[in-house]
């Protein structure tokens, strides 16, 4: 993390614009804004970045303000902008119109003293008072103008570009809604006739909670042919999950084939015709995503299960295809 800093200006503005924008690779976007800002010979007041954003402030005039706004459009996905108008044409109007009566005010006594003669002393020292105290609030009115007249010049322009989040990536706020659909295939290690069949089918609704991928699972397995009327031929489970991305493969930055780990556990209830039985499990999986985006995610993965119970004639590979999207 590394931050540059200037004081920024204690100005007014005819109008302040604050834009947040989604960019995918702040460095690049830095590089570009950068780049523009020279060319167009603007220099900004305040630059501050971290890993996850990229501040700039800028003060500027009315048509490169338009130039900024035209330009910084292009890097990415405008997800905030507010502009608040500071327009006071009656503040600056009276400042003009009370600095001209003042100032007629001021000739008036000038014009006294030129007039006045040496015998008249008294009236001459109130008069000379009254026209520097007139001098005086002549000149802090004429500040006061130039401030106004300031105000409508200077634009204020405040960007905050924002690094696009991408699954699997911890951050601050990383609660997401994003449901999908698991199919899997269960092939049992050492089928028993009279405890489980030679492989199951699995149909799950898979809800992804969060940026890190953790999910919680609701699933139903089935098998096609029941072998007795004690065979199990149905499993419904409920657990929940979380994958975890190497550091030193990406940290599960890239679009496609990011590899991961992973594990889910939860409860079951193993169900045949005249039997049912609960228990827990746990599944270790090594998985591929196939495809990601920061609103989809097809992803496989191949893994074991391990219940507890019957564990030596249901434990078995375990194949699982999902997709999910946000909503």
């Known amino acids: 993390m590394f ?3 200037k004081t920024t200006p204690n100005y007014n503005y005819l109008k ?34 971290t890993n996850m954003t990229f501040r700039v402030e800028i003060h500027t005039d009315s048509l490169k303000h338009l130039l900024i706004l035209e330009q910084v459009r ?39 003293l030129a007039r006045l003669d040496s015998s008249e002393q008294t009236k001459r020292f109130e008069f000379w008072d009254k026209f520097i105290t007139l001098s005086k609030t002549i000149s802090e009115k004429e500040n006061e103008l130039k401030r106004l007249e300031t105000v409508h010049k200077f634009y204020y322009i405040q960007i905050l570009f924002e690094k696009e989040k991408v699954i699997g990536q911890s951050y601050s706020d990383s609660w997401i809604n994003m449901p999908g659909f698991e199919f899997s295939y269960l092939k049992t290690e050492q089928p028993n006739k009279n405890v ?4 199951m089918i699995g149909y799950s609704l898979k809800y992804m909670m969060n940026y890190k991928k953790t999910y919680a699972l609701l699933s139903l397995y089935k098998s096609p042919v029941a072998e007795t009327k004690v065979s199990v ?10 994958d975890f991305y190497s550091k030193r493969l990406g ?21 045949s015709e ?45 194949y699982s295809l999902s997709f999910n999207f946000v909503f």
Do not use: C
Not at 77 to 85: G, H
Not at 94 to 106: P, Q
Not at 233 to 242: A, D, H, R, T
């Open 3 to 5: 931050a540059q800093q």
């Open 16 to 49: 302040s614009v604050k834009m947040d924008i989604v960019v995918d690779d702040l460095l690049q976007t830095k590089s570009r804004i950068d780049t523009f800002f020279r060319q167009i010979s603007v220099s900004p007041s305040s630059y501050t970045m």
């Open 74 to 112: 292009k890097y990415g996905f405008v997800s905030k902008e507010v502009s608040t108008s500071h327009y006071r044409p009656y503040e600056l109007q009276s400042a003009i119109d009370e600095l001209t009566i003042l100032k007629k005010e001021k000739e008036l006594y000038e014009d006294f």
């Open 196 to 199: 489980t069949p030679d492989y």
């Open 233 to 242: 031929n149905e499993l419904y489970m409920v657990g929940f999950g979380q």
């Open 251 to 271: 940290r599960g930055q890239r679009k496609f084939f990011n590899l991961y780990t992973s594990f889910n556990t939860g409860v079951y209830i193993a169900s």
């Open 274 to 318: 005249l039997t049912k039985n609960v228990s827990w499990f746990v599944n270790p999986f090594i998985g591929l995503e196939i495809f990601k985006t920061k609103n989809i995610i097809l992803d496989n993965k191949l893994g074991y299960f391990l219940p507890y119970k019957d564990n030596r004639y249901q434990r078995g590979a375990l």
